[in-house]
């Protein structure tokens, strides 16, 4: 029986993994936070947020400065890296940027990373569905994608169109029933919806922006992803730090202060201390995926979730509501949406391989398979009178083979 589906397992799947248990266990104390201690600031959150990537970055900077003693921006390629061999190049490093352009790089990255993250938030500001962002975070993973296509040129292969055409559809469903089943009234117009659908696609395109630029320097300055993320921290607070100025975040903390125990304002400073660590250990996995990787792993990842996200919401009855009453068209649909999306990310990444309209050729698995057999073909054709392998052509055998798979 010809088999149309199947998993396929990937070596250092383990990084991505973390990055995704970290959110979660993320998500969850922001969750506690807010029902048990009556506390939500997006923008405590936002500073938190780069105060823990810079010291995870800080602390991984001192530790490979104290025994690997490698420079911030120009680093000699080992053997290998985390688990997979590397090929060095004759003339040893190449980057095609400078100091100043890589720093101005990073600077944009962490204005980008305080305006997503800044805009992630903003459905608490006005009454529409607090899955919202997350709904429509498929559109990171096409925007990703044009970003790995046309900017880093790298190749676009069958099953990954296939998938983007897919989740494309999806998402144009999503943003149309929203329409339908939001509740307009007096205090949320067709405009202010509107507003917020753009505020979203702009914080998810910022998203893409880090996300592009991140893999630029990883594949392109052989930037050590470690030291990107403890720059990103810095420039990261140094925006939050002046919009503060603006917008205070220590209003609700003075006003936590007044209304709360001494024992709760332990209990918050302490569930902070929490959130800084989940975010500087979600963001180190992050960046080690993004390097391995790409940057529509991580975010494929993170969409996955959002089916059970979208039962636990329904059940306790703080999203897809209409009137106060529980909107079940509007739920199935969405998590109908959200498990096609789910999948096709899947495919997309290639931890599902489809076996139909040709959509295995060109992933890991099938790619790994055909290298097995040509290199065995390779042996057998350069097989000596003795019957062992002619040792003098192998660095020509190996050349066929990488040629074999670039054709492929």
Same mark, same amino acid.
């Given at each position: 029986?010809?088999?149309?589906?199947?998993?396929?397992?990937?070596?250092n799947l383990i990084y991505p993994l973390q990055s995704l248990i970290y959110t979660v266990l993320r998500d969850l104390e922001v969750t506690l936070i807010e029902k048990l201690l009556n506390f939500s600031?997006?923008?405590?959150?936002?500073?938190?947020?780069? *105060?823990?990537?810079?010291?995870?970055? =800080? $602390? #991984?900077?001192?530790?490979?400065?104290? /025994?690997?003693?490698?420079? &911030? @921006?120009?680093?000699?390629?080992?053997?290998?890296?985390?688990?997979?061999?590397?090929?060095?190049?004759?003339?040893?490093?190449?980057?095609?940027?400078?100091?100043?352009?890589?720093?101005?790089?990073?600077?944009?990255?962490?204005?980008?990373?305080?305006?997503?993250?800044?805009?992630?938030?903003?459905?608490?500001?006005?009454?529409?569905?607090?899955?919202?962002?997350?709904?429509?975070?498929?559109?990171?993973?096409?925007?990703?994608?044009?970003?790995?296509?046309?900017?880093?040129?790298?190749?676009?292969?069958?099953?990954?169109?296939?998938?983007? *055409?897919?989740?494309?559809?999806?998402? =144009? $469903? #999503?943003?149309?029933?929203?329409?339908? /089943?939001?509740?307009?009234? &007096? @205090?949320?117009?067709?405009?202010?919806?509107?507003?917020?659908?753009?505020?979203?696609f702009f914080g998810q395109f910022c998203s893409a922006l880090i996300d592009f630029n991140e893999k630029y320097l990883f594949e392109?300055?052989?930037?050590?992803?470690?030291?990107?993320?403890?720059?990103?921290?810095?420039?990261?607070?140094?925006?939050?730090?002046?919009?503060?100025?603006?917008?205070?975040?220590?209003?609700?903390?003075?006003?936590?202060?007044?209304?709360?125990?001494?024992?709760?304002?332990?209990?918050?400073?302490?569930?902070?201390?929490?959130?800084?660590?989940?975010?500087?250990?979600?963001?180190?996995?992050?960046?080690?995926?993004?390097?391995?990787?790409?940057?529509?792993?991580?975010?494929?990842?993170?969409?996955?979730?959002?089916?059970?996200?979208?039962?636990?919401?329904?059940?306790?009855?703080?999203?897809?509501?209409?009137?106060?009453?529980?909107?079940?068209?509007?739920?199935?649909?969405?998590?109908?949406?959200?498990?096609?999306?789910?999948?096709?990310?899947?495919?997309?990444?290639?931890?599902?391989?489809?076996?139909?309209?040709?959509?295995?050729?060109?992933?890991?698995?099938?790619?790994?398979?055909?290298?097995?057999?040509?290199?065995?073909?390779?042996?057998?054709?350069?097989?000596?009178?003795?019957?062992?392998?002619?040792?003098?052509?192998?660095?020509?055998?190996?050349?066929?083979?990488?040629?074999?798979?670039?054709?492929?």
């Open positions: 029986m010809t088999k149309i589906i199947t998993f396929a397992t990937r070596p600031d997006s923008l405590v959150y936002t500073l938190l947020m780069f *105060i823990g990537e810079f010291f995870a970055g =800080l $602390i #991984v900077f001192l530790y490979q400065k104290k /025994f690997v003693d490698k420079s &911030i @921006f120009k680093v000699d390629v080992p053997d290998k890296y985390m688990n997979l061999e590397l090929i060095k190049a004759k003339n040893g490093v190449r980057t095609v940027d400078k100091i100043p352009k890589m720093i101005f790089i990073l600077f944009c990255c962490g204005f980008y990373d305080f305006i997503q993250f800044l805009l992630s938030n903003e459905h608490k500001f006005i009454n529409v569905s607090r899955s919202i962002n997350s709904r429509l975070r498929g559109l990171l993973i096409i925007f990703d994608a044009l970003f790995y296509y046309f900017f880093l040129r790298l190749p676009k292969l069958r099953h990954q169109i296939f998938c983007l *055409i897919i989740i494309g559809s999806c998402l =144009l $469903i #999503v943003i149309g029933t929203e329409f339908i /089943f939001q509740e307009i009234n &007096i @205090f949320l117009s067709y405009g202010r919806f509107a507003l917020v659908f753009i505020l979203s392109f300055n052989n930037m050590n992803p470690f030291y990107a993320l403890l720059f990103q921290g810095i420039f990261g607070f140094f925006f939050s730090c002046i919009y503060s100025i603006f917008n205070s975040p220590f209003k609700e903390l003075k006003e936590f202060k007044k209304n709360k125990t001494t024992s709760e304002l332990i209990i918050l400073i302490f569930c902070f201390i929490i959130y800084i660590i989940l975010s500087g250990l979600k963001n180190l996995f992050r960046v080690s995926t993004t390097k391995i990787f790409t940057p529509m792993t991580t975010t494929s990842l993170d969409y996955i979730l959002n089916p059970i996200y979208f039962i636990v919401y329904f059940s306790l009855g703080e999203d897809f509501m209409y009137k106060n009453k529980r909107n079940y068209p509007h739920f199935f649909i969405n998590l109908f949406i959200g498990l096609i999306i789910s999948f096709f990310s899947l495919v997309f990444n290639e931890f599902l391989i489809l076996f139909f309209c040709n959509l295995d050729k060109d992933t890991y698995l099938q790619i790994s398979k055909r290298s097995t057999q040509d290199k065995n073909y390779i042996k057998l054709k350069y097989l000596n009178k003795s019957g062992n392998v002619d040792n003098s052509d192998d660095n020509s055998n190996s050349s066929l083979s990488r040629s074999s798979l670039s054709n492929e």
